[in-house]
């Protein structure tokens, strides 16, 4: 049997967990999604999905997945700052309860587990390889490592196989709006000034079917911890420029001290080697400009 013919999905109604779903359904996998709230981003696929109502805060069973992706978290820098006990709460204690899920289960063969690229924190060299030293400068990235911790523990501990997917920027249809990248699209679709934080940062941007590429291939083939991106660096001024290029319209930006992160938190350039994922034969085959467009194109039908 595959290990992706019967699968378990927590975060399933997020941005990357809907396109999750969406693959893994249309792959013909059965797939079973722990849910709480409302599932619209993924009401298409739900007579096709068994739907675990529940939560990260409470025990679960996971039936008889062979493969679990847990991606469910709070994911939003700023939202963690300001609730950063909720933040630990879902992002590390949540995880513990998968964990626990997956030591009850007896068909479950491999944990594939979401983290994050902001790890790193300020990076001491680049491109980061993951080999680069840790270092969490807030609270998001401080959850996500305790998780990451308790995930390599549980799998020396009870022998459950692991892949761990540092993700670095992905961006696609059905993002948050309150992201950088939605957030220059929706702007731009609608003025020609528009307003930002700090223009400088630069980013490592990944199209959301490629990290989807990037996450079946870890349950098939993971072992350990692998980056995702796209091995491309690019600074937020110049997805500005190339968002205008794709409009076709002249765009000015309004750099709001309001809306900049403190020096604290900033992390000025983000940026992957991702040679280790791909010796397993993984590469990304959607550009910036084709992501870009595709983004660009759904946005606009969804304003």
């Excluded at 002249?250 to 604290?264: F, I, K």
């Amino acid at each position: 049997m595959s290990t992706l013919e019967k699968v378990f999905v927590t975060g399933a109604t997020g941005f990357l967990g809907s396109h999750l779903v969406e693959r893994l359904t249309r792959d013909g996998a059965a797939v079973s999604v722990l849910v709480r709230g409302n599932p619209d981003r993924i009401v298409n696929e739900l007579n096709r999905l068994c739907v675990v109502q529940g939560d990260l805060n409470h025990p679960f069973s996971i039936s008889d997945a062979s493969t679990v992706f847990h991606l469910a978290a709070v994911t939003h820098v700023g939202r963690a700052l300001e609730d950063p006990r909720q933040t630990f709460e879902t992002n590390t204690g949540g995880t513990i309860t998968v964990l626990e899920a997956v030591r009850r289960s007896s068909s479950v063969e491999r944990l594939v587990f979401v983290s994050t690229a902001h790890v790193y924190g300020t990076p001491r060299y680049v491109p980061i390889d993951e080999e680069h030293p840790l270092h969490a400068r807030e609270p998001y990235a401080a959850s996500k490592l305790a998780a990451e911790t308790f995930v390599s523990a549980y799998s020396s501990a009870y022998g459950i196989p692991i892949a761990i997917a540092r993700l670095f920027n992905t961006y696609g249809p059905r993002q948050n709006p309150d992201f950088v990248l939605p957030s220059i699209i929706k702007q731009a679709l609608t003025q020609d000034t528009l307003t930002m934080g700090n223009l400088t940062p630069t980013r490592d941007f990944t199209f959301v079917d490629d990290v989807i590429e990037a996450l079946l291939l870890l349950a098939n083939a993971g072992d350990g911890i692998y980056n995702v991106a796209s091995g491309v660096e690019v600074s937020v001024e110049e997805l500005v420029t190339r968002v205008a290029e794709i409009l076709g319209k002249h765009l000015t930006v309004s750099s709001q001290r309001a809306q900049r992160r403190s020096t604290g938190v900033e992390i000025e350039r983000m940026w992957a080697d991702i040679a280790r994922i791909k010796a397993l034969g993984w590469e990304p085959h959607v550009n910036l400009i084709e992501g870009l467009t595709k983004t660009i194109a759904w946005y606009r039908d969804h304003p």
